[in-house]
């Protein structure tokens, strides 16, 4: 049963659209007939909290919960936050990341450190990485919101299902509820697209 | 939230657990529903609240939502109520009575367990409850089993003229699944029939109805044994068999798909005899429960032999992780390959938002010397966090009043001069502070209050309250005013105050001074929550680079805009050796509230200009 399941699991911080980046990753994989759940802890996650957000579907689902060691994907949409939890992956799985960093207070005020290279000890665990600035393109493109899907770009080609079949859930959810918001979504989307085909371009150089 | 068509029969719908109770309530002809808001439970009445035909309230506690429930089940119509964990220690008082007088009109009590403390202040086993006032309880599993036994919880009531619990766990509430939903069927209330020996509890009508409960409970014991919710999952490797209820049975069919499992969906009271017969069937039978070993109690008091708390944790969720290993280790069998421990990354703790108005009171609060401060339960908890440590207990709703009291009656010699303090919001004082500030009124306790009203539920997501004039659908509704609430609970007007919390210096002198006399003071601030509408952004403020003197007086404000870019160590002229902090603001962050500006010495932090393009701060 476990064989059949993928296990996908976007991380971040509170306010940054991750349990809804989830979400259309879900109705994705649903509109292609597969069995679906989705869970996170959200109580306290909109105060910059962390939000970790797991999604399973396959033929049949049951725990809604991804087992550490077990992810086939890690969608990251903070840099400290992908290092965080990239112990979920199976060996050798990959990190899509986004290499902006959101310092929480307990680092500003000098309680913690930052770590100081998120991306080499990531890689350093053995698994690929494929990193860009999701931030950085969103508000090159107008409206740091984008970078939802900009990420869910950089992950659509690593599901096991066309790209297309979530850029039509990234279509369907915003022409219901903010349609004058569909093609710039659509351009944000491309644009991660292409920045995780280039950063794995990268990542195969160095190796 | 206005009313909106809901989903036609037979749709499959990806819903949350809460998603799926709100349709299965609404399917099921319910006609009052009730509750006060609280994590993972609030999504049920904020859902119901957008379905036509159903009267929805958000109640200013559990105790009176739940007698809202009572009394239009007693009316005859079905009535729903919904609350954490804990609101049920709050409306247990009528509970415990309501199992006595029983129902009409089915009255269903969703309890959401926040197993694994996602956003509480303790863990409970609701499903005591059951066993305590003799009542049935549900335990679904998913957002399928959510929708279809709230169904059959409102016909079981009915049918036996009781309320029913419906056990939640935040893995139920907070999950989304795929679930069928159906139609709805309208049922009319049966009206309120005057029955004093049932209806009015005095301890003559109260001793005859004692065994009509226990009778009850009997019959509801043999429809648990004959209820297709309690169900066998056959197994091809019976060396352990798993009694199990809940989202732990999601965990264990995951974990071993190949073993037995009795399933039990209705799992109070339990079906003895049905867990007896599947017993027999297995080597060793394990009881795999969320949290408390009440089922594995029952078991091990009437002969059945198991296993259960001895080897699982008898605390958070018994998610695969968990119980994997330790069903191995009980069958000798090797643990799994080690997976990679977790880096070692920074905490990152909720925090408070930008431009908070709370931010200014906690800044002033830990400008303050000797004093203690009771807290509450409410997003001002973070006060008790960096960096402002300005928060010294917490423990329920509203209780920040009778301790605060407490603090002052019980204080040692050491402590003769110490200042007490409460702090507490808008919705808790509401909910059960004002009770407290009554107590500490009406016996001349020296605590000096302040009432945070920011115009919202805020923790839980800005739910409207009587605070803010407005009702669970957004329209107006009579709004209380907190200072001639306070002003009639007794507290003089000279000791009564409202503050805008965003003026520090205005702040300081009140609390400085109000601390200082020694009877009972409210101070009231009066901006509201900035995630709300009411929130009015201005234009953001920057920080003048040369003029930055690295003093950190902004950064105790503790605002998540405010940012260290650069630290540098530096000697005074008193030889102290201190660490300067330059900083930066995220323009795209602030909100213009002007805390941070307060406190700057060296007058480094302006205005942007207007039309100027705002930024976010780039950390590579």
């Known amino acids: 049963m476990e064989r059949d399941v993928t296990n996908i699991l976007v991380v971040g911080i509170g306010g940054q659209g991750v349990m809804t980046a989830t979400e259309i990753l879900a109705e994705a994989a649903i509109a292609l007939g597969f069995d679906a759940k989705k869970t996170e802890v959200a109580g306290m996650a909109q105060r910059g909290g962390v ?25 990251a949409f903070e840099a400290a936050e992908a290092l965080r939890w990239c112990h979920y992956l199976k060996p050798g799985a990959l990190v899509l990341m986004n290499t902006a960093k959101l310092v929480p207070p307990v680092v500003n005020i000098g309680l913690y450190d930052y770590p100081a290279d998120p991306v080499a000890e990531i890689r350093a665990q053995g698994h690929d990485v494929h990193a860009f600035d999701a931030m950085d393109i969103a508000v090159t493109l107008g409206d740091v919101r984008l970078g939802n899907s900009v990420m869910l770009g950089a992950a659509a080609d690593h599901l096991p299902f066309p790209a297309e079949q979530l850029l039509a859930a990234i279509v369907k959810r915003f022409a219901s509820r903010k349609p004058q918001l569909v093609d710039l979504n659509r351009r944000a989307f491309e644009a991660g697209r292409a920045a995780d085909a280039a950063a794995g371009h990268k990542e195969k150089q160095a190796a | ?60 506690n559990e105790k009176v939502s739940l007698e809202v429930a009572i009394g239009a089940a007693y009316a005859g119509s079905r009535a729903f109520c919904a609350m954490k964990h804990v609101g049920m220690n709050v409306a247990s008082d ?21 197993v694994g403390l996602s956003s509480s202040q303790n863990e409970q086993d609701s499903r005591y409850w059951g066993r305590f006032a003799h009542l049935p309880v549900f335990e679904p599993a998913d957002s399928q089993e959510a929708y279809e036994m709230t169904k059959a919880a409102f016909d079981l009531s009915e049918r036996f003229q009781c309320p029913v619990i419906l056990r939640l766990t935040t893995r139920i509430c907070h999950v989304k699944a795929l679930a069928t939903v159906g139609e709805r069927s309208e049922h009319a209330a049966a009206g309120f029939k005057k029955d004093v020996a049932r209806w009015v509890m005095t301890p003559a009508g109260a001793v005859r109805r004692i065994p009509l ?51 039990l969906g209705l799992s109070c009271p339990l079906p003895l005899e049905k867990i007896r017969a599947f017993a027999a069937t297995v080597d060793k039978l394990i009881v795999a429960e969320e949290v408390e070993p009440l089922i594995e109690t029952e078991l091990k008091a009437n002969g059945i032999a198991c296993v259960g708390k001895e080897i699982l944790p ?18 000798g069998e090797p643990a799994r390959e080690a997976i990679a421990p977790p880096a070692q990354v920074f905490p990152r703790p909720p925090t408070m938002c930008v431009a908070c108005p709370h931010l200014g009171v906690y800044y002033t609060l830990s400008q303050l010397k000797n004093i203690t401060i009771a807290g509450d339960i409410g997003c001002y908890t973070l006060g ?35 200042r007490i303090l409460a702090v507490i919001g808008d919705s808790t004082f509401m909910h059960m502070g004002m009770q407290g500030l009554l107590d500490i009124v009406y016996n001349k306790g020296n605590v000096t209050v302040l009432i945070l009203d920011n115009r919202a539920v805020g923790m839980t997501g800005g739910q409207n309250n009587p605070g803010n004039g407005r009702d669970i659908h957004g329209e107006a509704a009579p709004r209380v005013d907190f200072a001639k609430l306070v002003e009639s609970l007794g507290v003089k ?16 002198k009140t609390l400085r001074d109000e601390i200082k006399v020694p009877e009972v003071s409210v101070i009231i601030t009066n901006q509201p929550c900035v995630l709300v509408d009411d929130y009015k952004k201005q234009q953001p403020f920057e920080v003048i680079d040369d003029k930055c003197t690295g003093c950190g007086n902004c950064v105790e404000v503790g605002c998540p805009a405010i940012h260290v870019m650069r630290r540098e160590k530096a000697v005074k002229p008193s030889g102290k050796e201190v660490e300067l902090q330059f900083v930066q603001i995220e323009t795209a962050a602030c909100t213009g509230c002007g805390l941070c500006v307060q406190p700057c010495a060296p007058d480094a932090i302006v205005k942007v200009a207007p039309g100027a393009p705002v930024g976010i701060l780039k950390r590579h």
Not at chain 2, 14 to 42: D, H, K, M, Q
């Open chain 2, 213 to 263: 409960m226990f009778e009850r409970e009997q019959a509801l014991r043999a429809e648990a044994e004959a209820s297709a919710l309690n169900f066998v999952d056959a197994g091809t490797d019976a060396r352990v068999g798993f009694v199990t209820s809940g989202p732990a049975y999601m965990h264990v069919r995951e974990s071993f798909p190949d073993a037995p499992v009795l399933k």
């Open chain 2, 493 to 508: 007007p000279e000791r009564i105050h409202v503050v805008d919390p965003y003026l520090l210096p205005v702040l300081f």
């Open chain 2, 314 to 331: 008898r605390q958070g969720e018994l998610a695969p992780h968990v119980l994997k290993p330790i069903i191995a280790k009980l069958l």
């Open chain 2, 94 to 114: 009528a509970l415990m009575t309501l199992t006595l007088t029983g129902v009409i009109g089915g009255l269903v009590i969703a309890i959401a367990d926040d």
């Open chain 2, 384 to 418: 008790a966090g960096h960096p402002w440590n300005a928060l010294d207990t917490t423990i329920s709703m509203g209780a920040s009043m009778g301790i605060a009291m407490g603090l002052d009656k019980g204080r040692g010699e050491a402590d003769k001069d110490k």
């Open chain 2, 1 to 60: 939230m206005a009313a909106v068509m809901p989903a036609p029969a037979q749709t499959r719908l990806f819903l949350s657990g809460n998603e799926a109770v709100a349709r299965a309530v609404w399917e099921s002809g319910c006609r009052v529903a009730a509750a006060y808001p609280g994590t993972p439970s609030t999504e049920m009445l904020e859902e119901i609240s957008g379905y036509p035909d159903i009267y929805a309230e958000w109640s200013v």
């Open chain 1, 51 to 75: 939000v970790s957000s797991h999604l399973r579907f396959g033929p049949r689902v049951l725990s809604p919960q991804i087992t550490a060691g077990s992810a086939d994907l890690l969608l």
